[in-house]
């Protein structure tokens, strides 16, 4: 896992990349929650598809709700980016299409779409 930071548009971003999944359940977004917002005094988090567990995008495992809870929680906003396009689970899809018309989490195919979501009023 690699975590960095980014300053833009008077925000502060924390950044999750890495090779493999790291947003695996609710104690690792809490933690990374908590690292973000504590450490570095990122209220945002800006990840790379790789690095969020298969099991969250399988809405019946509840991964995702977990996952999202904690964030919602300690006030943290997340865009992820990479291509969504091989899932094709209608509840996943409109989950998703819900997300980004909301003010909290997005799902973007481009982490400059991603960073620009974040920053943005």
Partial sequence: MELSYIRQGGCA?????????VLTDAQSALELAMTARYAAGADRLLVDKAAVAEDFFILSTGLAGEILQK????????????????????????FIHESNQGEHF???????????????G
Avoid: H, I
């Avoid at 997005?106 to 779409?113: A, C, I, L, S, Y």
């Fill in 13 to 21: 971003v924390a950044e999750l990349t890495g090779p493999e999944p």
């Fill in 71 to 94: 964030f919602v929680n300690y006030q943290v906003k997340m865009a992820v980016y990479g291509d969504f396009s091989r899932y094709t689970s209608k509840p996943l899809r409109d």
């Fill in 106 to 120: 997005w799902f973007v195919p481009t982490r400059e779409e991603a960073l620009r979501r974040l920053t943005e």
